[in-house]
């Protein structure tokens, strides 16, 4: 899409918010390259791969444009055998998606990632990654939100305990996924439909994956006769007893939810996943509120930049990506509901004259306050009336105009004119 000067300003405000926080957290950023080898993207994305945009360049080379900024990232690492690194990553992507504009979702959109690379004690990057998201969260002002968390060891646990095979992991976790969108009997008819699970097993899996709740719900489910007896998802969830604590420390917990439907599309995940979702908007004049889904996703990747090693050195990994669009189409509509203007340019002062024939001094003050590093405009008219230019300034937001006329190039001074207050002063 277009982003005329209004939205440009708008998605500049965001995105430095968001960009204050990686860096606060001590995060270096890095930039690669928006076209990958098609071999680099291809298989890392599960049933997502269809909407990878492919390209071939002259020479016959399979291309493709990024699809997230993961999967780079992981590729990087492994180039460079880079073993440890904190970064984060503003950059454009691109999926062949069926573009829902009025949900914030394009086929060309910006992501905001930071990751933690690295082998580290357990669950201390995890646990900084989720302060991010409610940091920012926070910041941007964008009303009561709540983080679920799970761990995809816990998830495949559910599915072993229930007697899925493990060949059907990963399907039957696409369609888990789907339960926040559709009520458990389609996940379930999709579960024994599509992906050929048994009634039986599908059944089981109902009676976890509907379950969401804090440190009690992870108790509770470590002395679960069936799941305990698992070592993967005890492994889990012993992890995410330990994440919980950490999150009390840094005061969060309240914004938490521990939740097993959440399953997350991705195939790359291996342990600790998480999303955040905004609740629903209370507006005054009654419509129906809207529930703007997930703003902000990520979770471990301990197996990605293994893939790209050619000896499959493992660098464990842990990150998050904001989703700025989504919160951006939010923002968007509500400024539009505020009927408030937002600033396009950042002019301090317009340099005007009151009569005829005084171009010259204003080139020359202008001239004068740019050198000095002072965000001036002046109008392109040899002789404008004073009250265009002061009309200038209050159309664009201008807070000063710098006035010399012939009795102030007498006098050696100029008059610096607030514009909202009417105010003026000699200088």
């Known amino acids: 899409r277009d982003h005329p ?10 995105l430095s918010a968001v960009v204050s926080c990686f860096k606060r957290h001590g995060a270096a950023a890095i930039d690669t390259p928006v076209l990958e080898l098609r071999e680099t993207l291809v298989g890392k994305y599960g049933e997502e791969a269809k909407l990878i945009y492919e390209l071939q360049d002259q020479g016959g080379e399979l291309l493709a444009l990024r699809y997230d900024l993961t999967v780079p990232f992981a590729r990087y690492l492994a180039m460079n055998k880079i073993t440890k690194m904190k970064r984060y990553h503003v950059a454009k992507v691109y999926r062949r998606d069926n573009p829902a504009t009025t949900r914030g979702r394009y086929r060309e959109f910006y992501q905001c990632d930071f990751d933690i690379a690295g082998q580290f004690d357990p669950m201390i990057p995890d646990a900084e990654c989720l302060k991010i998201v409610h940091e920012i969260l926070s910041d941007l002002q964008l009303g009561d939100f709540v983080i679920k968390v799970n761990d995809r060891r816990i998830l495949n646990g559910v599915f072993a305990v229930c007697g899925v095979p493990e060949s059907k992991f990963i399907p039957a976790c696409s369609t888990v996924d789907k339960l926040d969108k559709l009520p458990w009997e389609e996940v379930r008819s999709e579960m024994v439909g599509e992906k050929g699970l048994s009634p039986e097993a599908a059944d089981r899996i109902g009676e976890y994956v509907q379950l969401h709740g804090g440190l009690d719900l992870i108790e509770q489910l470590l002395q679960d006769p069936k799941l305990s007896q698992n070592k993967v998802a005890k492994e889990g969830l012993g992890d995410m007893k330990l994440l919980f604590e950490y999150l009390t420390l840094f005061g969060i917990t309240g914004k938490i939810s521990f939740d097993l439907s959440l399953a997350r599309g991705l195939d790359y995940y291996t342990g600790v996943i998480f999303e955040a979702v905004l609740l629903q908007q209370e507006n005054e004049r009654g ?30 990994c842990v990150g998050v990506s904001i989703g700025i669009e989504r919160i951006f189409s939010i923002l968007e509509q509500r400024l539009e509901a505020s009927g408030e203007k937002l600033r396009t340019t950042e002019t301090q002062v317009l340099v005007a004259t009151p009569q005829k024939h005084l171009l010259a001094a204003r080139m020359k003050l202008i001239s004068e306050l740019w050198d000095a590093g002072i965000k001036a405009e002046m109008l392109y008219k040899k002789d404008p009336k004073l009250l265009k230019q002061l009309q200038y300034c209050e159309d664009t937001g201008i807070p000063l105009a710098a006035i010399v006329g012939e009795q102030e190039l007498a006098d050696g001074v100029v008059k610096l004119r607030d514009v909202a207050t009417r105010k003026e002063v000699r200088v």
């Open 5 to 14: 000067p209004a939205q440009a300003a708008l998605r500049d405000r965001l």
């Open 287 to 316: 419509e129906e509120p809207v529930s703007v889904g997930s703003v902000a996703g990520g979770g471990r990747y301990d197996g990605l930049v293994g893939m790209f090693d050619p000896k499959g050195r493992k660098v464990p």
